[in-house]
DNA sequence: AAGTGTTTGCAAAACATTTGCAAATACATA
DNA sequence: TATGTATTTGCAAATGTTTTGCAAACACTT
C-alpha cells in the first residue's frame, strides 16, 4: 500500500511534510531522532516544530512507535506488523544495531506475568548493552 | 556493608548529600527520578545540580544504573550484584512493576550476537509494557 | 472555486540536565 | 585537634529537547 492510502486509512491527510517523514522513517532500517528526520528532510527545510508534530501524530495514529534508547532524544521508527526487533547498543560509541528474532522466545514471560500480575502485555522492548567490535579492538590497542 | 563503606571503597568521599541519595536508592524497590530522590531528601534541600551531580558520580563508579523507561526523565536505581530485574510498564498510568527472573533466559540471544555481529554484550534490559489491572478495569467500566 | 478544519512557521515557553565560579566541606596529615 | 588540599556545594546561567499559542497557508470535501 502506498504511503498516501496509509494516511488516509488512519485518518490523516496527507501533507508534505507528513508524506516525507513516514517515507524516511519507512526507508530506514534503524530508529530516527527527530534530528536525524529533520536533516534527512528536503530543501526548503520545514520548522523542527512540524516535525515533532507530525511524529507525535503519527504515534498516537500507531503508524510509528517511539523508542527511548538511552539517549537523551527519542527515537522514532515505522511500526511493521508482523516484525519485532531487538537492539544492541553500544555504551561506547551509541551505535545501534536491530536484529530481528528467528522466533521471540518471551511468551513465558508474559504467561507469567499475566498469571502474577494480573497485567496485559502489548508490547516487550529488548535491549542487549555492550561493546561493538569496532570499539573492542580500539579499547585493546591502547 | 554500610554506606559509608561502600562509598569509600568505590573512591567516592562520603558528604551528606551523596550519603543519602544512595540511602534513598537502597531503600527504594523501583527505580527513581532525580525529581523523586529531590523530593524525598531532608529539609533543607540541596540544590537539584548537586542531586544531578551526585548521581552521575554514583553511575560512574557503578554502584548506580541510569536507565530510561519511555518517560522524559531518566531513572536510577542502586545495582544490586547477583540481581537483576525486567520491568512491567503501564502504558496508560506509567505505573512500574519489576520482577526478579526466576533464571533468565536470554543466554541463548547473547551467544548469537557474540556470533553474528561480533558484540560482547555486558547486560540488557527487558521491558512490557501493556495495561495495568486498574487501568484495565477502568477501561472496560466506561 | 469556495468553505472548513487541519497543518505550518515562528517565537516563546516548558522541561530535564549540565556547567562555571566562588564559598563551604571532607578528609588526610601533621 | 589544627591545617592544607582536593572535592563538593549553591547559585545562576547555559544547553538540548520537546511543546505550545497564534495567525497565515494548506488539504480536502462539496
Ligand atoms: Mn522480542
Ligand atoms: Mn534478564
Ligand atoms: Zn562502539
Ligand atoms: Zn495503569
Redesign the interface.
Given at each position: 500500500m502506498d504511503r498516501k492510502t496509509r494516511l488516509r486509512q488512519s485518518g490523516l491527510s496527507c501533507t508534505r511534510w507528513r508524506y516525507n517523514i513516514l517515507k524516511i522513517l519507512k526507508d530506514s532500517h534503524l530508529p530516527l531522532t527527530s534530528k536525524d528526520i529533520y536533516k534527512m528532510l528536503p530543501t526548503p527545510k520545514p520548522n523542527l516544530a512540524t516535525v515533532y508534530r507530525n511524529l507525535n501524530r503519527l504515534v498516537e495514529k500507531k503508524l510509528v512507535r517511539?523508542?527511548?534508547?538511552?539517549?537523551r532524544a527519542r527515537y522514532y521508527e515505522l511500526i511493521q506488523p508482523d516484525t519485532h526487533k531487538?537492539r544492541?547498543i553500544?555504551?561506547t560509541c551509541g551505535q545501534i544495531?536491530a536484529?530481528e528474532?528467528v522466533g521471540c522466545?518471551?511468551k513465558?514471560?508474559?504467561k507469567?506475568?499475566k498469571e502474577?500480575?494480573?497485567?496485559?502485555?502489548?508490547?516487550?522492548?529488548?535491549?542487549?548493552?555492550?561493546?561493538?567490535?569496532k570499539c573492542?579492538s580500539f579499547h585493546s590497542q591502547r
Open positions: 517511539c523508542v527511548t534508547l538511552g539517549e531487538h544492541i553500544c555504551k544495531e536484529f528474532p522466545d518471551l513465558s514471560f508474559e507469567l506475568i502474577k500480575f494480573n497485567f496485559k502485555v502489548e508490547e516487550h522492548s529488548l535491549e542487549f548493552f555492550g561493546t561493538c567490535p573492542q
